[in-house]
């Protein structure tokens, strides 16, 4: 039963039939799985600091993050003898890696190549073969989280945007809410069936009853965070209270979950250990551990992965920024994920191993990366993951 | 009679009463289903002053005035609001040599916190600045009669899209917009020299700072994927290497001083405005753009480049098919894009002759009434279909409206421009939003009529809805599953609500 006719039956059944944790069939205790998207094409590189490449500081003379010193917090924070990390994560993501909670995956991404922000963003949320691309006619309508919501158990998919993301796009509708910033309802119940109803045979009828439907859980939702904030003087803003939004709803109700952030698009002036970039990927982190603790007990069966369209050049560029580039490095957490490591395929970080003399190269396909992931982390069958990802060779990264 | 009719009825009778209504001729003649899509297909929607001029002058006659005489014939109190605004008296050179000045007097301040407050006023006038500009665009769009010249200046602030909050943008998107407007239903090529070398765009896409030996790639990149030729059609990595080459140099300067330069750079010199060449940061090379080789030279090179991007198949194909899914479907038919762009390539871009094969296509009469408006058409409809000509007094709540549902005026942060297509609209969450602001305009207390400089306030209620316009150009075309819902409307407020957020209402 599609998700909207359940909701139908129960508004008749119950009056105020949504309360948190009822809808969804899916067991307490089942995976879920978040996909955190950096729209811009953050620059990896500042991020997982290639710090034994003398090259990194040769072509990084104003924006390089300095080596690891041990007490110096202006330096990277090593993570072994080849990366270290940004020091703005240190008090997040830092933490959660060394409770072996995150991971690293440098030389990921897509087989792209345009470097724009649109077409990549767009090729890799439909996470279609590469044969299809080349052809240059993707199917636009059908993004791959949708097709993973498809072969998932009570899926329960939900994006945490202001629109319907491309990775959503598919024939089941996918609820879609912004949880930037949350106000009263406005409408009563008679109120509310009275607009569905203008909408009866309409196209939009399931995203018109999803959306008035989906608008009362999350007020109730937010009634808690009311409730907290009146006590509490310092409330979170900005992505870390996005975040604490989607661990809650993520702990209660929804288990494969999409959101966005924006702004990594650096060409001018990003900074190093300190600057637009580092404040970006210090909100980011703070966004991430409020999650994992919203998340409380459920955090030890949680995903979450951290993608972006590309990496950017490995040179820092005229205006100590830098440009589109290809390799890009992703990230996992989780409570239960095999963490506190650097994971995937690798290669030396020089002049001779960059990707047309100017990127990072893709080792890690991300349609093989996720497929691996989603087939441990369900134990999806490998008709399902192809289904999710056509003609693709998912890699086991032992993530699971 | 129930209690709707009761409301209608009244509606109609205050507007009789007052002998307001079009004028005789108008009146006697009535407008088709057909009509009434196609009017609100081409304009921002429907209000009396737009029906009788087309009940006046035919089909024909008036889209030969849209496209080509282009009136806007404002009412006076609203070009009075316009004039009152300080864009309105301020060039984008002036605007911008302002705020320089204040910003470097306010990095020479010792005292940290006379800093802080001086930087927090001077945002504060930037945002007012955008405001201003917004609120003008917002006027013309609502009020002007040349309807498909106001959509044309949003769809290419669209298409060449920056964003206010991008280096000192905020003071110069008025200026950028009047640019636009200047071009658009003129050539494809002025409008995007007029872009090229605006300040607005300089910043944003950051070829301000794209000179020999710092080369950034940025505006060369978005020019060909965005601006002119579309991604996937040809260009490569080299090729946007080789633009932005050519477009070293091409920069800002609003002090007005020229460079001291070396005497072969003298001639080579552009200034107007703010824009600026400067041939010391130009790259001196050879270049080669789509096979076709580029000898040093000085802005010329950047001519040429244009000329040759613009004259490019893909350019007419691109542009015909953007225009054709902001104006009839999300997915437009290929043999009305191919018409389009022949027309294009005929006419070297001439963007009233294309929309004119446009508006006279078998696609849009066979696509009336299935498109989705975007947040935009949305918004300005409704104050057309409440206000009906009447003067607002206050944009503020037309902005806030246009924030909540995700469209703002200048403020895609991205180059991309907002979605033409009803799949970036048209969401859960974005349908349960649009519903919300539907009830917010339907309610008529968002302070449309408190005068933005604070004197007092004329009393306003509800807008009527249902007058003379309705009854004759919306009542006779409504669904079944509108009618029902307005006639289970409880109150005035409700009924407004339904009406605006009936699939009716939502599509054009």
């Known amino acids: 039963m599609r998700r909207r006719e359940l909701l139908h039956l129960m508004a008749c059944a119950v009056p105020a039939c949504t309360a948190a944790g009822r809808v969804f069939a899916a067991p307490p205790g089942s995976p879920r799985f978040l996909l955190v998207f950096l729209r811009g094409g953050y620059d990896c590189a500042n991020i997982l600091i290639p710090y034994s490449s003398a090259y990194y500081y040769e072509t990084r003379p104003n924006i390089a993050v300095r080596r690891p010193t041990g007490q110096d917090t202006g330096g990277a924070l090593a993570l072994d003898s080849d990366w270290a990390l940004a020091p703005a994560l240190r008090s997040s993501v830092a933490l959660l890696y060394a409770q072996r909670q995150a991971l690293f995956i440098p030389f990921a991404g897509t087989e792209d190549l345009s470097r724009s922000h649109f077409e990549t963003q767009d090729d890799i949320e439909l996470g279609q073969a590469a044969s299809g691309r080349v052809q240059g006619s993707p199917d636009l309508r059908s993004g791959f989280m949708a097709r993973l919501a498809g072969v998932v158990n009570g899926a329960a998919p939900i994006a945490f945007t202001d629109s319907l993301p491309v990775c959503f796009r598919g024939s089941a509708d996918i609820p879609n809410i912004s949880l930037k910033g949350v106000g009263r309802l406005v409408f009563d119940a008679r109120q509310a069936a009275i607009l569905s109803a203008m909408y009866t045979g309409h196209h939009l009828q399931p995203q018109v009853e999803d959306g008035l439907e989906l608008r009362q859980e999350v007020s109730r939702a937010m009634e808690q965070e009311m409730k907290e904030a009146s006590r509490d003087a310092l409330t979170p803003k900005g992505f870390e209270l996005e975040a604490r939004r989607v661990g809650r709803l993520m702990r209660d109700q929804y288990r494969i979950g999409f959101i966005d952030v924006g702004g990594w698009d650096t060409h001018v002036n990003e900074g190093s250990a300190q600057g637009a970039l580092a404040n970006n990927i210090d909100s980011l982190g703070k966004g991430l551990t409020a999650l994992s603790q919203e998340l409380g007990a459920e955090w030890r069966n949680t995903v979450v992965a951290v993608v972006s369209e590309f990496g950017r050049t490995f040179r820092e560029n005229g205006n100590k920024g830098t440009d589109h580039g290809h390799g890009s490095v992703y990230w996992i957490l989780g409570g239960s994920i095999n963490g506190g490591r650097v994971a995937g395929e690798q290669t030396g970080v020089t002049r001779e191993n960059l990707f047309q003399d100017r990127d990072y190269p893709v080792l890690n396909e991300y349609r093989a990366v996720l497929g691996g992931l989603f087939a441990a982390l369900w134990g999806l069958s490998p008709e399902q993951v192809q289904q999710v990802f056509p003609a693709s060779t998912p890699v086991d990264l032992k993530v699971i | ?508």
């Open chain 2, 1 to 508: 009679m129930n209690r709707l009719g009761s409301i209608a009825a009244t509606g109609l009778a205050v507007l009789c009463a007052a002998g307001g209504g079009p004028s005789a001729r108008a009146a006697g003649a009535t407008l088709s289903r057909e009509d009434a899509l196609w009017l609100e297909r081409v304009t921002y929607g429907l209000t009396t002053a737009t029906v009788s001029e087309y009940l006046k002058l035919g089909r024909r006659r008036y889209l030969d005035e849209q496209l080509h005489r282009r009136d806007p014939r404002l009412p006076p109190q609203i070009a009075a609001q316009i004039d009152a605004l300080q864009v309105s008296h301020s060039s984008a050179s002036q605007l911008l040599l302002a705020v320089t000045q204040e910003q470097q007097r306010i990095n020479a301040l010792s005292d940290d916190a006379a800093k802080q407050a001086d930087r927090k006023a001077l945002n504060e006038q930037g945002n007012h600045m955008a405001y201003e500009a917004a609120r003008r665009e917002l006027l013309r769009a609502i009020y002007s009669q040349a309807q498909i010249q106001e959509q044309m200046t949003w769809f290419w602030l669209n298409h060449f899209s920056v964003f206010q909050y991008k280096a000192n943008d905020a003071w110069l998107v008025a200026d950028y917009a009047d640019t636009i407007r200047a071009h658009a239903l003129g050539h494809f090529r002025d409008l995007v020299i007029a872009t090229l070398t605006h300040p607005a765009m300089l910043q944003y896409l950051d070829n301000a700072q794209n000179a020999a030996g710092h080369l950034n790639e940025n505006y060369a990149r978005e020019l060909m994927e965005l601006h002119t030729l579309g991604v996937g059609s040809g260009y490569t990595q080299q090729d946007i290497q080789e633009l932005a080459r050519i477009l070293t140099g091409v920069g800002i300067d609003a002090s007005g001083r020229e460079p001291r330069l070396k005497p072969q750079w003298q001639k080579l010199y552009r200034h107007e405005g703010a824009f600026e060449f400067n041939p010391a940061r130009h790259d001196a090379g050879t270049k080669t753009l789509l096979g076709k080789t580029f000898e040093p030279g000085g802005f010329d090179e950047v001519e040429r480049a244009v000329d040759l991007l613009v004259s490019q198949p893909a350019c007419a194909a691109f542009i015909s098919r953007q225009l054709a899914m902001y104006f009839v479907a999300d997915d437009p038919p290929r043999a009305l894009v191919e018409k389009m762009a022949k027309t294009f390539r005929k006419t070297h871009g001439d963007i009233a002759e294309v929309l004119q094969t446009l508006f006279e296509s078998r696609e849009l009469s066979a696509s009336l009434g299935t498109k989705f408006k975007d947040p935009m058409h949305y918004v300005v409809s409704t104050v057309r279909l409440a206000y009906d000509g009447k003067a607002i007094l206050n944009t503020h709540p037309v902005v806030n409206w246009l924030d909540a549902l995700g469209e703002p005026l200048f403020g895609r942060q991205t180059p991309d421009g907002y979605p033409l297509t009803e799949s970036g609209w048209a969401s859960s969450g974005q349908m349960s939003r649009r519903f919300e602001i539907a009830r917010a305009i339907g309610a008529g207390n968002g302070g449309l009529f408190e005068p933005e400089d604070g004197s007092a306030a004329a009393t306003t209620g509800f807008p009527q809805l249902s007058t003379r316009l309705y009854f004759s150009a919306i009542e006779p075309f409504l669904s079944v599953n509108a009618r029902t819902a307005l006639d289970r409307a409880s109150s005035q407020l409700e009924w407004n609500t339904f009406l605006l957020a009936s699939p009716d209402f939502n599509y054009h």
